[in-house]
């Protein structure tokens, strides 16, 4: 029992809060996007790919846009808190947009939800990533990232196989998946403010 105490005071709390956070969030985007295109075909009731495609690439654009000055941002900063508040930010604009996904009536609304998601994304990905940087443990870099892969694979399938049960049973329970996917997002932005109570967190003195 002893021994079990010491292995659970040795974990990287700021790691596995970090992966918590990609995994409902990420892991839960994963499963959504496999199910958009026929979402939207229904919602719109036509073919859904060239819509689909061109708000793909605004999602993509979006994001090439605002990563590098995010990123500049949260290097002139001092401290993390700038990292941890921006992570926050850009999860609740991942999650936003899927509330809204059953109002679509319109390419252009799917189109501007895009945009709201892209940048949440470039908010999310280089403020988790550096997190993770700082904050991994020096010599279990391959065990820690392989622990983070692993557990984001296995719970993605699990979220993958519950949501697609759902949304098989009609329109309705579609919104209703879509929805809670929203609410799934932006609940996973409770991980980010665990991490700013770990005094331990080496990020917070590291770049000071």
């Known amino acids: 029992m002893g021994k079990f105490s010491e292995d659970l005071k040795r974990i990287n709390k700021v790691v596995v809060y970090l992966t918590m956070s990609d995994v409902f969030s990420w892991g839960t985007f994963t499963i959504i996007n496999a199910l958009t295109g026929l979402y939207l075909s229904q919602k719109l009731n036509r073919n859904a790919i060239e819509f689909v495609t061109i708000g793909t690439s605004i999602y993509f654009f979006t994001r090439a846009i605002f990563q590098i000055p995010i990123g500049k941002l949260t290097d002139k900063l001092k401290g993390d808190k700038d990292e941890i508040l921006l992570l926050i930010l850009g999860i609740l604009l991942m999650g936003s947009p899927f509330l809204f996904y059953s109002h679509i009536s319109a390419s252009i609304h799917y189109f501007i939800l895009q945009f709201i998601f892209g940048l949440g994304t470039a908010l999310n990905i280089t403020t988790w990533r550096k997190l993770f940087t700082l904050n991994i443990d020096d010599g279990k870099e391959g065990r820690q990232y392989g622990v983070y892969e692993t557990v984001m694979s296995a719970l993605t399938g699990a979220l ?23 609410i799934i997002i932006i609940l996973s932005s409770i991980w980010p403010l665990f991490i700013y109570k770990n005094k331990d967190r080496k990020s917070k003195t590291q770049n000071e």
């Open 160 to 182: 993958g196989i519950i949501g697609g049960t759902i949304a098989s049973f009609g329109e309705s329970y579609f919104d209703k998946v879509i929805a809670g996917a929203g």
